[in-house]
């Protein structure tokens, strides 16, 4: 059974959604006295975390305020964004894409370095020592200055663990990646499933921001999904989250990559598309050269666009099929909304409304609370976004997390 979220936790996230805000706006937000506002506040501030911000020109005459009837300047708190830094990285069958963020989760820079799929994992390690690096020296920034580090990699991961049970990334399964990266770096380092990542970015940035209960599904190379419930992120048992993309939408279909057949990912993901317009297109020339067919799906989604309706006729198929499969995950979960997101909308109508209208149809006719579907193209930010999340999820849980040597005296910028 989790713990249940701490006072600390509960101000710091307070504070980050609605910042600047005052404390006794955060005690009505977060359901604390305001005398265990004061103290956790006092703490924070001591640590660097956060700062004062006496708002100008205002003597008190704010409604919202508690001390206004008292005169006194409101005073506002906000995150101290340059408290600390997070990483992430996010591996994909052609790119790695390395991003660093303040304490606020806002990307500082981005550096994207050539990666191909199925490498050894001590390979793999390496080059995301060498971007993580080149990475920090482009931003300028000390890595003293680092709360912790998360890699995005798509497949079966256990976050807790450290394990990647399989990826399309590594030429083998099995791979305890977690202690692979904790021997390259002298801060805190994590791996998490790329959607799960996608997820968490939603949840404190994004279409989730407001919400406690929704799905997220990627489409990309691979179709992933992330769950967030009761304001948690849902990961399954033995940490792996919901498999979305290898729920079966037709028994004995077409060939997944996964091994089997028929899998939701077998019909709507970039290379499903692929494979029915390209003649020599094969799962094994794909992952042996994914750069040149990400190529291939930017010039045939290009094609569609302009008017050639045999290929947008692809992509409308895609995205019935999608449609119906998250169709059946409505049925199932029945949550608020349902965020679509990932390099597969670059498609637009020509997948999204087929998928829509497809969903619409196996509605459940005695459900009058219709699930919002909505379509939400992110840049590559997305993961460096759901790193932050991730990682500052945890300083803001553990009471006693350090902050950065010398950040405390940090002024807010």
């Given at each position: 059974m989790e713990k249940p979220l701490s006072g600390r936790f509960r101000v710091l996230d307070s504070i980050r959604r609605g910042g600047p805000i005052s404390r006794v706006e955060?005690?009505?937000?977060?359901?604390?006295?305001?005398?265990?506002?004061?103290?956790?506040?006092?703490?924070?501030?001591?640590?660097?975390?956060?700062?004062?911000?006496?708002?100008?020109?205002?003597?008190?005459?704010?409604?919202?305020?508690?001390?206004?009837?008292?005169?006194?300047?409101?005073?506002?708190?906000?995150?101290?964004?340059?408290?600390?830094?997070?990483?992430?990285?996010?591996?994909?069958?052609?790119?790695?894409?390395v991003a660093v963020t303040d304490f606020r989760g806002d990307v500082l820079h981005t550096t994207t370095l050539p990666f191909n799929g199925s490498q050894h994992p001590d390979?793999?390690?390496?080059?995301?020592?060498?971007?993580?690096?080149?990475?920090?020296?482009?931003?300028?920034?000390?890595?003293?200055?680092?709360?912790?580090?998360?890699?995005?990699?798509?497949?079966?991961?256990?976050?807790?663990?450290?394990?990647?049970?399989?990826?399309?990334?590594?030429?083998?399964?099995?791979?305890?990646?977690?202690?692979?990266?904790?021997?390259?770096?002298?801060?805190?380092?994590?791996?998490?499933?790329?959607?799960?990542m996608v997820t968490l970015a939603e949840h404190w940035f994004g279409e989730g921001r407001n919400l406690s209960n929704f799905a997220v599904v990627t489409v990309e190379h691979?179709?992933?999904?992330?769950?967030?419930?009761?304001?948690?992120?849902?990961?399954?048992?033995?940490?792996?989250?919901?498999?979305?993309?290898?729920?079966?939408?037709?028994?004995?279909?077409?060939?997944?990559?996964?091994?089997?057949?028929?899998?939701?990912?077998a019909y709507a993901s970039d290379y499903a598309i692929l494979r029915q317009v390209l003649p020599h297109f094969s799962l094994d020339s794909y992952s042996q050269d994914p750069k040149a067919y990400h190529v291939e799906i930017e010039r045939i989604t290009a094609e569609a666009k302009a008017g050639d309706q045999s290929l947008a006729g692809e992509f409308a198929k895609a995205g019935r099929i999608l449609g119906r499969a998250i169709g059946n995950l409505i049925a199932t979960l029945n949550p608020p909304?349902?965020?679509?997101?990932?390099?597969?909308?670059?498609?637009?109508?020509?997948?999204?409304?087929?998928?829509?209208?497809?969903?619409?149809?196996?509605?459940?006719?005695?459900?009058?609370?219709?699930?919002?579907?909505?379509?939400?193209?992110?840049g590559d930010d997305v993961w460096a976004r759901g790193a932050a999340a991730l990682v500052l999820q945890q300083a803001y849980m553990d009471p006693g997390a350090p902050i950065v040597e010398q950040a405390g005296n940090q002024a807010i910028v």
């Open positions: 955060i005690a009505d937000a977060c359901g604390l006295s305001r005398s265990a506002v004061t103290g956790v506040v006092q703490a924070l501030q001591n640590e660097g975390w956060i700062a004062e911000l006496p708002e100008s020109g205002n003597n008190g005459t704010n409604g919202t305020n508690g001390d206004s009837h008292r005169g006194r300047p409101r005073v506002n708190l906000d995150m101290n964004p340059a408290a600390a830094h997070v990483l992430g990285v996010k591996l994909s069958l052609h790119r790695m894409s390979i793999a390690a390496d080059m995301i020592e060498v971007g993580v690096r080149r990475c920090l020296i482009e931003a300028k920034i000390d890595k003293s200055r680092v709360l912790g580090l998360c890699v995005a990699i798509p497949g079966y991961i256990n976050n807790l663990e450290g394990m990647c049970y399989w990826s399309p990334i590594f030429d083998r399964d099995d791979v305890a990646f977690g202690p692979l990266l904790a021997e390259r770096f002298p801060f805190p380092t994590s791996i998490e499933n790329d959607a799960n691979g179709i992933g999904m992330g769950l967030v419930t009761h304001d948690r992120l849902y990961r399954g048992h033995n940490g792996i989250g919901p498999e979305f993309g290898h729920a079966k939408i037709e028994f004995s279909g077409r060939a997944c990559r996964c091994g089997q057949l028929g899998c939701v990912e909304k349902v965020i679509v997101t990932g390099e597969g909308l670059r498609a637009g109508d020509m997948l999204f409304e087929p998928l829509v209208a497809e969903a619409r149809k196996l509605q459940l006719a005695g459900n009058r609370f219709e699930t919002d579907i909505v379509a939400h193209l992110w």
